[in-house]
């Protein structure tokens, strides 16, 4: 089937800096791609959808300038956390639709803001 | 509003017992839904999708437009069920989907 990789699984950083995470289909292109946040033992919360060759859609609540989002080609899409805060501490998890419709998930990145 | 709602965070079976995770969605549109699981330590997967009609790993799920309900069933509960599993929306012609809060399915030997 179908995979979607996530860089890093995992990064700590310290408060105020940036942090960019990538999420990549590995065998397949995807005009768009998501993004969704996960808090501990709580459901995924989608934040935007990643589109390719153009700007990002955020959904309600999330703020575009925080969250950036470049979706550079067909197989990759970055989101950078700006000018990050231990109130991001989050689990990100990526996600693209393959060709019939189904999406995959990437592995998810845990970042740690101290 | 769209909306997918799982009201049992937690469904404590014994192995060998009926399975039945709910679902409830709330759309104005025609919904296509699905069930994703999340095994420990592992990324979230597709379980079944409701235009397909199948079942897999057991588990089957209909769609019911009248109670805008996607229920998750099986029969018998094996022990490897054991995991987080996530009724989703896609509203429309968009690929996005929207979630519910989950439900943890624990099945004991």
């Known amino acids: 089937g179908a995979v979607v990789s996530q860089h890093p699984s995992r990064v700590i950083c310290k408060s105020g800096t940036s942090v960019k995470i990538e999420c990549r289909s590995l065998?397949?292109?995807?005009?768009?791609m998501f993004w969704y946040r996960q808090f501990p033992k709580q459901s995924l919360m989608l934040m935007a959808t990643?589109?390719?060759?153009?700007?990002?859609?955020?959904e309600q609540g999330v703020e575009k300038d925080k969250f950036l989002i470049n979706h550079a080609s067909l197989t990759l899409s970055t989101l950078t956390v700006t000018s990050a805060h231990p109130e991001d501490s989050s689990f990100y998890i990526c996600?693209?639709?393959?060709?019939?419709?189904?999406?995959?998930f990437g592995p998810g990145t845990r970042l740690t803001v101290l | 509003a769209q909306r997918v709602t799982q009201p049992e965070k937690l469904l404590s079976v014994f192995k060998g017992a009926p399975v039945e995770l709910k679902c409830n969605y709330s759309?104005?549109?025609?919904?296509?839904l699905f069930w994703y699981v999340q095994y420990s330590r592992q990324r979230l997967q597709l379980l079944l999708r409701?235009?397909s009609r199948e079942s897999i790993k057991g588990f089957t799920a209909d769609l019911n437009k009248g109670e805008t309900s996607f229920h998750l069933k099986k029969p018998f509960a094996q022990e490897e069920d054991s995991a987080m599993y996530y009724c989703?929306?896609?509203?429309?012609?968009?690929?996005?989907?929207?979630f519910g809060a989950g439900t943890r399915l624990a099945v004991h030997p």
């Open positions: 996600s693209a639709p393959e060709g019939s419709g189904t999406q995959y």
């Open positions: 065998d397949f292109q995807a005009t768009t």
């Open positions: 990643s589109n390719e060759g153009s700007k990002a859609t955020y």
């Open positions: 759309y104005s549109g025609s919904p296509e």
């Open positions: 409701h235009i």
């Open positions: 989703a929306l896609r509203a429309g012609g968009y690929n996005k989907l929207i």
